[in-house]
């Protein structure tokens, strides 16, 4: 009987540390972090304050920056701004970026455009204001230039915008052999891949193979059969939201962008997708408040200037429903009790209509309320403004009945309430629908319509119905 073969001991390898996330930096960092940098910036300490930054990711440093205030955030970007990692620039924010453009000068900023992703490169340039971005453009190489420059000239917030062109190609004759051949040569392929496309002679795309179906199959296999084949395309000028809307409803993790001639041009990614889906849902919360834009980094007179446009607007809808009151000031005049319950009809209303616009906003956005369901949409949101209408028509006249002892003023202010809520209904869905429809984006002006349409038909019913019943 043999002896069996000794055991050899394979040393299992060390267990990698685990970085412990403190409560409050789960997603980002906390304030101690912040407080640490304005502590050292205080004692000078530079060495400390480059330790505090070594082992941040990108974007947890752009948030510090970001929270820093101006004097600090300078004088941290002259200690440790040649050293950051590319993408930190890429997270900033826009007014925070120019500040940064201005502190560390436009050469470092070209260095690090060079090294990052064409996607994020381009979103760092378009961000700049035109003196910036000329200065930062001349500062690239010649490639580089010519890469962003074929950017900027797609539309602004488009598929062209967000794609990044650096991708691997197959033709489809290519055999499981010749692709890994060439996948591990010395030739300039992308860092980071986990697909390849497969292109016919034009370079429009067949296909794509995922890297583990490479893997998996003998050399001689020919690409053609692993491809999977159907692909979603999309056009090099759609528009970021109709790109996150296509990615969200078919699940994509990528999609090929082409021109107009179907030919592959690059590649949008998964990741690239959430970023607009977040900017978009935030653009469209700042624009139902009146806001261009996030206002949060900007000076107060830059934020004053953007807000007074629609600020006007909201006065002359507010001139507006005062006279529709003043038509009604005699009547007001003999009955005192009219000025003090006037509001609650008005707020009833602009509160029922805001429930019905932000589910009319939220469907069209969405792709959801089309011209096949407008109508159902639309006598649904009459149906509950009417039921909600009559719901309260009895709370609010049994509570004015208790206060005033007043049986027929009662009796008008729950009739204006139900008027006001249908029609809260009616213009919280219609409104947005035809701002669409007119090619508007539903979610700048909505409001500011219908709270000029609640107030007045509230005002309206409520001051016209008491002229008729109670005088």
């Known amino acids: 009987m043999s002896d069996l073969p000794e055991q050899q001991v394979v040393e299992e390898p060390e267990a990698q540390t685990q ?33 505090l930054f070594e082992d941040l990711h990108y974007a947890d440093v752009a948030d510090v920056v970001q929270q820093l205030k101006p004097d600090d955030r300078s004088n941290v970007l002259k200690i440790v701004g040649q050293e950051l990692e590319p993408e930190v620039w890429s997270e900033l924010d826009e007014d925070i970026l120019e500040e940064v453009v201005d502190e560390i000068g436009a050469d470092t900023v070209a260095r690090a455009i060079v090294e990052m992703e064409d996607d994020d490169a381009l979103a760092v340039i378009e961000e700049l204001d035109e003196d910036d971005q000329k200065e930062v453009l001349e500062a690239l190489p010649h490639g580089e230039r010519s890469v962003i420059l074929e950017g900027l000239s797609f539309p602004e917030d488009s598929a062209g915008r967000m794609m990044q062109r650096d991708l691997v190609t197959v033709p489809a004759f290519w055999s499981v052999g010749e692709t890994l051949d060439y996948l591990r040569s010395d030739i300039d392929l992308p860092e980071n891949f986990y697909e390849i496309f497969v292109v016919d002679p034009k370079q429009q795309p067949l296909g794509t193979v995922p890297l583990n179906q490479l893997l998996r199959n003998k050399r001689p296999v020919r690409v053609a059969k692993l491809m999977e084949e159907q692909l979603t395309t999309i056009p090099v000028e759609t528009d970021q939201e109709e790109v996150a809307f296509i990615f969200r409803d078919r699940d994509l993790v990528s999609a090929p962008v082409v021109d107009a001639n179907s030919r592959l041009l690059g590649v949008i990614h998964v990741d690239d997708v959430v970023d607009v889906i977040d900017e978009e849902h935030e653009e469209d919360i700042m624009r139902m408040g009146g806001v261009k834009q996030d206002e949060f980094y900007s000076s107060a007179l830059d934020a004053a200037k953007s807000r007074v446009v629609w600020l006007v607007v909201n006065l002359g809808t507010a001139i507006l429903a005062s006279l529709v009151i003043g038509l009604f000031s005699s009547t007001i005049e003999q009955l005192v009790a009219l000025a003090v319950l006037m509001p609650i009809v008005a707020s009833m209303g602009g509160n029922a209509g805001t429930q019905t616009l932000t589910i009319a906003v939220r469907a069209i956005a969405m792709k959801e309320l089309t011209p096949a369901n407008t109508l159902r949409v639309v006598g649904k949101e009459v149906a509950v403004g009417g039921v909600n209408g009559v719901i309260f028509a ?41 701002l669409d429809r007119f090619g508007a984006d539903p979610a700048i002006s909505s409001s500011v319509f219908l709270t000029t349409v609640t107030d007045v038909i509230g005002f309206f019913a409520f001051l016209g119905l008491a002229a008729i019943f109670l005088l």
């Open 19 to 51: 970085v412990d996330i403190e409560q409050g930096d789960a997603f980002g960092f906390g304030d101690e972090h912040v407080n640490q940098v304005r502590d050292h910036l205080r004692s000078d300490n530079k060495e400390a304050i480059k330790g």
């Open 394 to 434: 009895v709370l609010v006249g049994i509570c004015t009945w208790l206060w005033f002892g007043d049986t027929a003023l009662a009796g008008v202010i729950a009739a204006a309430m139900v008027v006001n809520m249908v029609v809260a209904g009616l213009a919280g869905a219609l409104i947005p629908v035809a």
